[in-house]
């Protein structure tokens, strides 16, 4: 994941239509292809965006599901 905060004399900004661009060497250093859709997770307080490539959440989710599912199971 990549986290972003706000910076006035930061060297990226979000454009016209509302697109933030990452760095290509934070991208590979999260496997984040060009045109991936990514999830945004704002954390207001703090001022604060966060990337979670769709690949991890997918992950997440799964892991999540198989606990859940195997929560019952007696073995």
Partial sequence: MLVICSASDGRHQVGSRGDLPLPANARHMCRIE??????????????????????????????LHTHLAGAGDDR
């Fill in 34 to 63: 060009p045109g991936q859709p990514v999830l945004l997770a704002a954390i207001v307080r703090h001022d604060l965006v966060v990337v979670h490539p769709v690949s991890t959440v997918v992950r997440l989710l799964a892991d």
